[in-house]
């Protein structure tokens, strides 16, 4: 989003028409053709939404202008310690209104009940509280040495948040209320968790640690050289680095760059009935393995009304919700939790990060479910097809050879027990389980290959741009790639 906020600046700061905001940033950026198709669609849908609200603002009491310096709010300490708050979003504020708009890149009207909900967030009531307390920021930017310059401290009357989505333009209003009622919406739904923030000791490895200075030191990432098999310049940008990033690479490399820009997808291209099924197969079990507390999963604790539970995705016939109502009661009989004590340590659909210092990389998987029995540690893929798989399982399912390299790197050792890993596969025929050998030499040398013939082409300096073909079809990124819409038209 950072081309969007650039020319927005030019557009609100700079005063520029937007023709000539864009010509701006373009001779500044040479951006490829489909950056520069998304970046004019959404500054559009942005000024839209912005002229939406100032014309509503302004039957209110007067139009808003924008900020260009940040807000922040400071709480000082009686032993010195100055703690800070800032929000990120395009400012605007005038006639005792402060409005904070929060860009992104697709928003979902959503109904009044989830609505309210959204409302109560912590990420929602902790930005009310800041604008309802902030001060501009006067001078440099924020330094771990140093705190910010403020300006004195003017109160609102009113404060305003509102999402706004740049593929949609759709306008999701998310807390409009008085300062006072600001304040409160952070006491009640953020303050707790922000004092918990800031006394630190919890780690949440994942995406957001490719960019962290302290990779290397964070006990949360374990740090294995070479685990994904390929060497990049040591100068280069570390990337992040998944199984479906490999596979989406693999079908075109310009996906996996239009994912790391954060264009917007078009999801229901990409979609299919098995692919929902996976889904909300994953989801089921996921809830039932939360449940507190554990207890094995019972064969007739399943989905009640197959159309109404998968109305969204099913075929009219209702087939594929029926074969999901099966799998997940087949489940039962190869379900993990059975003969766990009710304390047993379970972790369902649980992100982890490991560093690959060689590759230059941070490797992110979400694994379906981590178990220990008691005498060691078990990850556990759960995969769903109409029939059992006959050929590689590493080729089809290169999560299992992440699994086993993670396995071999030490990850989650318990008292020299290898991490075991397991393959549960929810068919039409029923269930199969299969544990995989991770002490044999031939099955480790197996997944080493298949995880760097999945990860070579993303770090060997490859042709990054599109590859126009049958992979066009089903890509939720073809309406920014111009060599898809030629392939399409």
Not at 278 to 296: A, F, I
Not at 391 to 396: A, E
Not at 421 to 444: C, N
Request: hydrophobic share 40%; charged share 25%.
């Amino acid at each position: 989003m950072s081309s969007v906020k650039t020319v927005l600046d030019f557009v609100e700061f700079d005063q520029l028409p937007l023709d000539a905001a864009l010509r701006k940033w373009n001779r500044r950026a040479e951006p490829a053709p489909e950056l520069a198709r998304w970046t004019e669609h959404a500054v559009d849908q942005a000024l839209a939404a912005n002229a939406s609200l100032a014309a509503e603002s302004s039957t209110e009491a007067g139009v808003l202008e924008p900020v260009s310096r940040e807000w922040a709010r400071q709480h000082r300490f009686p032993d010195g310690l100055v703690y800070e708050e800032t929000v990120t979003g395009r400012r605007y504020e005038g006639a005792g209104i402060r409005e904070l708009r929060i860009l992104r890149a697709k928003v979902h009207k959503l109904p009044d009940d989830e609505l309210a909900l959204r409302k109560n967030e912590l990420e929602v009531a902790f930005a009310a509280g800041v604008l309802a307390g902030a001060s501009e920021v006067l001078g440099n930017r924020w330094n771990s040495q140093k705190p910010y310059t403020l300006s004195r401290f003017t109160a609102p009357d009113r404060i305003r948040i509102v999402e706004i989505g740049c593929e949609n333009g759709v306008l999701q209003p998310l807390f409009d209320g008085s300062r006072e009622e600001a304040l409160h919406h952070y006491r009640q739904h953020a303050a707790d968790e922000v004092t918990a923030l800031a006394a630190g000791g919890v780690y949440r490895p994942g995406r957001d640690c490719t960019s962290c200075s302290l990779l290397g030191d964070c006990p949360a990432v374990p740090v294995v050289p070479g685990i994904l098999g390929v060497s990049a310049d040591s100068g280069r940008t570390r990337r992040q680095w998944s199984v479906t990033d490999g596979r989406e690479h693999a079908k075109c490399p310009a996906r996996t760059r239009f994912s790391e820009l954060r264009f917007p997808r078009d999801q229901a291209a990409e979609d299919n009935d098995e692919a929902r099924r996976g889904r909300d197969v994953h989801k089921w079990l996921e809830e039932q393995h939360s449940r507190v507390p554990r207890r094995k999963c019972g064969a007739a604790e399943v989905p009640d009304d197959p159309r109404q539970w998968a109305a969204e995705w099913a075929g009219p016939d209702g087939f594929q919700a029926r074969l999901a109502i099966q799998m997940i009661g087949d489940h039962a009989v190869v379900c993990p939790l059975a003969g766990l004590p009710p304390d047993a340590q379970v972790r369902s659909e649980r992100t982890v990060a490991v560093s690959d210092p060689e590759a230059g990389a941070l490797i992110v998987a979400k694994t379906d479910l981590l178990y220990h029995d008691g005498m060691g540690w078990t990850l556990r893929e759960t995969k769903t097809a109409r029939s059992p798989h006959q050929g590689n399982l590493f080729g089809k399912y290169p999560q299992l050879a992440l699994a086993v390299c993670l396995s071999a790197a030490g990850f989650l050792t318990d008292a020299g027990v290898r991490l075991r890993v397991e393959l549960e596969e929810l068919t039409g025929r029923g269930p199969v389980l299969t544990e995989l050998d991770v002490t044999a030499p031939v099955v480790l040398a197996a997944a080493r290959a298949e995880l760097a013939k999945l990860a070579t082409p993303m770090f060997d300096g490859s042709d990054p741009h599109a590859r126009p073909g049958n992979a066009c079809r089903d890509c939720g990124f073809a309406r920014w790639c111009p060599s898809a819409r030629k392939q399409l038209a």
